[in-house]
Nanobody
Framework: VQLQASGGGLVQAGGSLRLSCAAS????????MAWFRQPPGKEREFVTA????????YYAESVKGRFTFSRDNAKNMVYLQMNSLNPEDTAAYYC??????????????????WGQGTQVTVSS
């Protein structure tokens, strides 16, 4: 499956952005989807993941209550609504997909497919 992320940009602290990720070339509903991010000079980290149907979603503690992850299986799309952004959210954001439910949802190594990053920059 191919993943194409979009929606990044520059926003002031306290603002909002919505990221999108379009999937093609596979059966979208058979993949667990996730977002990871890589802050400048740091390793890539887990942000959120959602189940095949979108009925179960997991969030990193740092974004819980501020970010909302959703998926539309009819459109082969996932979305990451990011509210109350702060400078610590500055990072390249990557969408990812994996077929197996047995591997850790928050581990980068579990994911088989990755989109290109979309940059989010939050100014103070």
């Amino acid at each position: 499956v191919q993943l194409q992320a979009s929606g990044g940009g520059l926003v002031q602290a306290g603002g909002s952005l919505r990221l999108s990720c379009a999937a093609s070339g596979g059966t979208f509903s058979s993949y667990i989807m996730a977002w990871f991010r890589q802050p400048p000079g740091k390793e890539r980290e887990f942000v959120t993941a959602t189940s095949y149907s979108g009925g179960t979603t997991y969030y990193a503690e740092s974004v819980k209550g501020r970010f909302t992850f959703s998926r539309d299986n009819a459109k082969n799309m996932v979305y990451l609504q990011m509210n109350s952004l702060n400078p610590e959210d500055t990072a390249a954001y990557y969408c990812a997909a994996k077929g197996s439910s047995r591997s850790d949802y928050d581990a980068e190594r579990s994911y088989d497919y990755w989109g290109q990053g979309t940059q989010v920059t939050v100014s103070s």
